[in-house]
């Protein structure tokens, strides 16, 4: 089965320190979106890519995240220097759009604790 | 950011009975989705609509793209068990870039 494949699932840090984690979208897809999932907040989206390029990350911190899709494989979104209300579960997902069909496949997550 | 309003945030019920749940938004949407999302796990998609007045089952669920496109709904008939988890609805614009806008969840609890 094709699937959305993120990296780590868990990651227990302390503030101030640099996360990266990874996402490999599902082979073939054109986009790939970020999320964050929070009791309070819900899901809220941070950042989304077209063909590798950003189209809107108007919901990410700036000061601190960042966003980037190095090659059409990799997705990575940083956190520098994290913050304990960074505390939350991160997805990555990929679709196909431009068809008239849009639809998200989410990965497993990645569950982040800043302490 | 906007969200979908979902309602019920949430529901207990007992095996074997029907489940309704909804979203609604003020503006239009091209397409709704919905998903479940089981613990430690994320959404995994149910159903996708994609016309006004759309009506799509897959298995024991039924969804419908509202006719004026401002909501949607989620059945689950003969509710077993495994069907416990949070399940959110989503909406996408047009030229959105395939972006969804999630509602806030609905957690369904079954009862053996």
Known sequence: DARVTQTPRHKVTEMGQEVTMRCQPILGHNTVFWYRQTMMQGLELLAYFRNRAPLDDSGMPKDRFSAEMPDATLATLKIQPSEPRDSAVYFCASGLEGQGNEKLFFGSGTQLSVL | ?112
Request: net charge neutral; hydrophobic share 35%.
């Open chain 2, 1 to 112: 950011g906007q969200q979908l309003n979902q309602s019920p945030q949430s529901m207990f019920i007992q095996e074997g009975e029907d489940v309704s749940m909804n979203c609604t938004s003020s503006s239009i949407f091209n397409t709704w989705l919905w998903y479940k999302q089981d613990p430690g796990e994320g959404p995994v998609l149910l159903i996708a609509l994609y016309k006004a007045g759309e009506l799509t089952s897959n298995g024991r669920l039924t969804a419908q793209f509202g006719i004026t496109r401002k909501d949607s709904f989620l059945n689950i008939s003969a509710s077993i068990p495994s069907d416990v988890g949070i399940y959110f609805c989503a909406g996408v614009r047009r030229n959105q870039g395939g972006k969804l806008i999630f509602g806030q969840g609905t957690e369904l609890s079954v009862k053996p």
